[in-house]
Each structure stands twice: as C-alpha cells, then as structure tokens.
C-alpha cells in the first residue's frame, strides 16, 4: 500500500468513525434494547482501530479489524436499528452522519472525547486543524484524489 492509500485509509477511517460515535452509538444508546452494552463494545473496538491507525507497520492488523467492524455494523447494528427505528429516523440518521464524516478530524486522535455532547464539539475543531495540516503538507485525504 502506498503511502497515499494509506492516508487515504487513515483519514476516511478517522472520519468514519467520528461520526459513529457522535450519531450512530447515541442512536443504538437509545433505540435498541441493551443498547448501552453494544455502543460501549463498539466504542472499546473503536479506540482499538485509533490505535492500530497509529502504526504503519500494522496495516494487515488494521484491515482484519477494519472487517471486523463492517460486519459488526453490517451484521448487527444496522438490522437492529432497521428493526427499531422508523425509516424518517433513520434517514436523518444517515444524513447527519455524512454531515459529520466532513467536519471529523482525518487522523486518529485518542485522547479526544468519544460520546456527546463533547465529541460533537471537539472533533469538528480537531477537525478543522488536521484539515490545515492536511492542506500544509499535500496530504491526500480522499480515495477520488488518489
């Protein structure tokens, strides 16, 4: 993987999952019974993806644990919220959820906080910054600019 992908990878996993976590894990909080359980395992992976995200050399631990997290949410929590939540919900669901891919930060960051209403204020910010770090140094951030 070049150098390139890799910040690519990076960057739309870091923003991935910010959204996850301001949108997606409040709505599994609330809407799906033992909901608290999952949002809290989801949230554990998550920091474990951040770290991985921070060693080059761990790129194939990285991808496993990538998969890992498509079928979790493939397989788990986007049926139980289907089954749980009316589609008017779940479409605003989507829609704030690509909202926030755009304004998340584009590299791993774990000490910022991971549940609202503090990520919802502090990942835009940190976002902000790595989006000039990014410009500054011709980082690629997105799969179309490869």
Do not use: C
């Not at 998969?67 to 749980?84: C, I, K, T, W, Y």
């Amino acid at each position: 993987m070049s150098d390139k992908q890799y910040s690519v990878l990076i960057a739309t996993l870091s923003r991935h999952l910010s959204a996850e976590e301001q949108y997606l894990y409040p709505a599994v909080r609330t809407a799906v019974p033992d909901g608290d359980r999952i949002a809290d395992r989801e949230l554990a992976e998550d920091r474990e993806l951040l770290k991985l995200m921070q060693d080059r050399s761990r790129v194939e631990e990285l991808t496993t644990a990538v998969r890992r997290h498509v079928e979790a949410d493939s397989g788990e929590l986007f049926p139980l919220l289907n089954q749980m939540v009316p589609i008017e919900d779940m479409i605003r669901l989507g829609n704030r959820v690509e909202t926030a891919q755009e304004a998340a930060p584009t590299r791993p960051h774990l000490s910022t906080p991971v549940t609202p209403p503090w990520n919802k204020v502090v990942d835009p910010l940190v976002g902000m910054v790595d989006k000039v770090r990014d410009l500054a140094t011709a980082r690629t951030t997105y799969a179309k600019d490869l």
